[in-house]
């Protein structure tokens, strides 16, 4: 297994990022977050600073650096505005192209810089990547083999966002700590016990494991008890949904997106975006599911469930931030050991597989 200094050692960490996050495509976004005139995210990382803008219904990704002075042309990860910086209000055209006058233009020509780098961006169902390696052959439905697949039936069931903003929640810990907690649920019924353990998740083993490349899903099934059955009862709106598998899945596209239904009624989108050895920040959506031919009064019922929903789930990211935030500040104390993974944990054993085919770790 991987040592704890690999958790926290600087040198590590960047050949972590060029190796595994600035080698091929990363997820950057849903369609929906950029789906007006104007509307971007950015996508920063190591040393990749990175804009993907909506240029009149074309989605482009180009180098977030103006070329004037390298302010920063878009602030923010998520926003509306048109494609210019705001230090000298230098615009750029949808090709990348300073529209600025012939003195400046003359002299980006003869530095050979007279367009911002442009970066290839993939769509698959409702979810955006870019291919943040220009030298990568890779095309997306290669990256993802079989995933190509699951992510495309998967989102052809989701509606809309619950809330239109990201929810950024910064850890200080390490990226592979968060992928590593999101690879089992054998804590869900501790760490979980007021949010997951109610609804029937983290008491039974999990099923159908599908792997390919360095991408993972699994099944953890939803226990139907006497507190689910009323609940559901409540809540028969739900049974309109077009999705439905009775478990808590989850999926682990490599290298940076979690994915989580619960049960076709809820879906969670995580991005994550590593700062440093031990500060990660995860960006947040939640999507509500296709609910067909809802009544006046069952509309205003999803509402109100997804809103508390929003919170409900929520609440176990950060229950999960606490302790990753414990582990991290411990590492420093046992550097030279490595954890221990039991029997259901075998998803993290994999995941260290696949990092170390990339990585010379300590």
Avoid at 41 to 70: A, M, P, W
Wanted: aromatic fraction near 12%; include cysteine.
């Amino acid at each position: 297994m991987i040592k704890n200094i690999n958790y926290l050692d600087q040198e590590i960490f960047n050949l972590e990022m060029e190796n595994i996050h600035n080698s091929g495509w990363v997820f950057v976004c849903l369609k929906e977050q950029i789906s007006a005139e104007n509307d971007f995210v950015t996508y920063e990382i190591s040393k990749k600073s990175l804009v993907i803008q909506n240029f009149e219904g074309d989605i482009k990704c180009f180098e977030n650096i103006c070329q004037h002075r390298f302010n920063k042309i878009q602030t923010g990860y998520i926003g509306n505005s048109p494609f210019f910086c705001k230090y000298h209000a230098w615009t750029y055209d949808s090709n990348g192209k300073a529209l600025v006058n012939q003195s400046f233009t003359d002299q980006l020509i003869l530095e050979n810089r007279n367009c911002l780098k442009q970066y290839e961006v993939g769509i698959n169902g409702e979810f955006v990547f870019v291919k943040v390696n220009q030298d990568s052959k890779l095309s997306l439905k290669e990256h993802l083999g079989d995933f190509d697949q699951i992510l495309s039936n998967l989102s052809s069931y989701f509606d809309k966002q619950i809330s239109n903003e990201y929810t950024i929640i910064p850890h200080h810990a390490n990226w592979k700590l968060l992928v590593e907690n999101v690879l089992e649920c054998y804590h869900c019924s501790t760490v979980h016990k007021e949010t997951l353990v109610p609804i029937g998740i983290g008491t039974k083993k999990p099923e159908n494991h599908v792997t390919d490349r360095n991408h993972d899903m699994i099944d953890y099934p939803i226990r139907i008890g006497k507190q689910q059955k009323i609940r559901n009862e409540k809540l028969s709106f739900l049974n309109k949904r077009l999705f439905k598998h009775s478990s808590l899945r989850h999926i682990y596209v490599f290298p940076n997106l979690f994915i989580t239904s619960t049960d076709g009624i809820l879906f969670y989108i995580g991005k994550l975006n590593p700062q440093s050895p031990d500060n990660t920040d995860l960006l947040v959506s939640f999507v509500k599911p296709i609910l067909n031919d809802l009544t006046t009064k069952e509309a205003i019922l999803s509402n109100a469930f997804f809103n508390s929903s929003l919170d409900s789930s929520t609440k176990v990211i950060y229950e999960d931030k606490v302790i990753l935030e414990n582990i991290q500040k411990n590492l420093s104390m046992v550097e030279g050991l490595s954890q221990i993974f039991g029997d259901e944990e075998f998803r993290i054993e994999r995941f260290h597989d696949n990092v170390k085919r990339n990585v010379e770790y300590i």
